[in-house]
């Protein structure tokens, strides 16, 4: 008998939801931050503590960006530079 490992996984609409497949990014709710799963700040911070609770994953990332997550400067420097150039900054009028 073989045991099935499920993992959490957080949808396009933020919700989370089970997957017999491993999500292949990791992300943070307060900061809506998304980045690859060796990404070293992460892994300073889930290092450092307090960072581990406010983890989730997706199963790609596509689905994170539908969540509304913006791309990790630290690992994904060219997504997150490309990302600030879609976005407008300052107040709205």
């Given at each position: 008998?073989?045991?099935?490992?499920?993992?959490?996984?957080?949808?396009?609409?933020?919700?989370?939801?089970?997957?017999?497949?491993?999500?292949?990014?990791?992300?943070?709710?307060?900061?809506?931050?998304?980045?690859?799963l060796?990404?070293?700040?992460?892994l300073?911070?889930?290092?450092?503590?307090?960072?581990?609770?406010?983890?989730?994953?997706?199963?790609?990332?596509?689905?994170?960006?539908?969540?509304?997550?913006?791309?990790?400067?630290a690992?994904?420097?060219?997504?997150?530079?490309a990302?600030?150039?879609?976005?407008?900054?300052?107040?709205?009028?």
């Open positions: 008998m073989s045991i099935v490992k499920n993992y959490t996984l957080t949808g396009a609409d933020g919700r989370p939801y089970t997957s017999p497949i491993k999500g292949t990014w990791g992300g943070h709710r307060g900061g809506k931050i998304y980045g690859r060796d990404c070293p700040a992460a300073r911070a889930i290092a450092r503590g307090g960072y581990a609770k406010n983890r989730l994953f997706f199963a790609d990332e596509a689905t994170a960006l539908a969540a509304g997550y913006r791309p990790c400067g690992c994904c420097k060219d997504r997150h530079q990302w600030k150039k879609t976005t407008t900054a300052g107040p709205s009028t």
